[in-house]
């Protein structure tokens, strides 16, 4: 909400709104069901969903990195077909990532290992591996020339 009154757009907000509302429902089953078969499976089911709501910005053709992009990037840069080829390919490795995390934690949850160490190094693994590819990523597209009609 704050990040709302603050003035980000929507478009900034997707996975925040996706994972409130899967909050809000995982919360609904834990408080209904406090045995749920579910609750071994919540950390798979949270990067599922992740996966789930970042692949589908790449299928509408809105990127969900596009909006937080938005944030620090001169609006004139904003409709520019590398900005959002950048964009893509950004949101498609956190895609793929937040599969992989989601499938490696099921296999844990299986196991009776859903909430070890093992599992939290898993999710810690399946945010910096994509932290960092987008760190390098942004740094090498902005250090490509310029090409002549104005995209590097």
Do not use: C
Not at 30 to 54: C, E, K, M, Q, T
Not at 81 to 95: G, M, Q
């Amino acid at each position: 909400m704050r990040q709302r009154s603050a003035g980000y757009g929507p478009d900034a907000l997707i996975i925040e709104s996706g994972s409130a509302a899967f909050f809000a429902v995982l919360a609904a089953v834990v408080f209904a069901d406090p045995d749920s078969a579910l609750h071994p499976y919540s950390a798979a089911l949270s990067s599922g969903v992740l996966a789930l709501i970042a692949g589908v910005s790449l299928v509408v053709g809105k990127p969900f990195t596009l909006g937080i992009a938005k944030q620090s990037t001169p609006r004139e840069v904003w409709g520019r077909p590398l900005f959002v080829r950048t964009n893509t390919v950004i949101t498609t490795v956190w895609t793929l990532a937040f599969a992989v995390t989601a499938s490696v934690l099921a296999l844990l949850a299986h196991a009776d290992q859903g909430h070890s160490t093992t599992a939290t190094a898993v999710q810690i693994a399946g945010f910096v591996g994509p932290m960092m590819f987008t760190k390098r990523y942004v740094a090498t597209i902005q250090t490509r020339p310029v090409q002549p009609h104005g995209e590097r």
